[in-house]
């Protein structure tokens, strides 16, 4: 079983910076691209960032890009989400998700998720 947790969410002023953690379990976890969502209140979930088993390639959505950074540790099974300079508008849930097949940058390519942090960001 398949199992996506996230963590590091909070309250942080515009401006400032968090990291976010996934641990993975139940799927070998350096054979899968991983990939960040967010959904913001009324709104639908969208791409962030993604990055391949090996990190050799990352992907962003432009609204973040410059901004935030995804990085895994394939010795502990964890991705992480580095987000600086953080605005209000990234205030949202975020959720971490295991590719499955297809393009990074889609919801539908990804069959396992987390149960999302909520990320708030004060201006």
């Known amino acids: 079983q398949v199992q996506l947790v996230e963590s590091g969410g909070g309250l942080v002023q515009a401006g400032g910076s968090l990291r976010l953690s996934c641990a993975a379990s139940g799927r070998t976890f350096n054979s899968y691209a991983m990939g960040w969502f967010r959904q913001a209140p009324g709104k639908e979930r969208e791409f962030v960032a993604a990055g391949t088993c090996s990190s050799s390639s990352t992907y962003y959505a432009d609204s973040v890009k410059g901004r935030f950074t995804i990085s895994r540790d394939n010795a502990k099974n964890t991705v992480y989400l580095q987000m600086n300079s953080l605005k209000p508008e990234d205030t949202a849930v975020y959720y971490c998700?295991?590719?499955?097949?297809?393009?990074?940058?889609?919801?539908?390519?990804?069959?396992?998720w987390g149960q999302g942090t909520q990320v708030t960001v004060s201006s």
């Open positions: 998700a295991s590719h499955v097949g297809g393009s990074v940058y889609s919801l539908s390519a990804y069959a396992y």
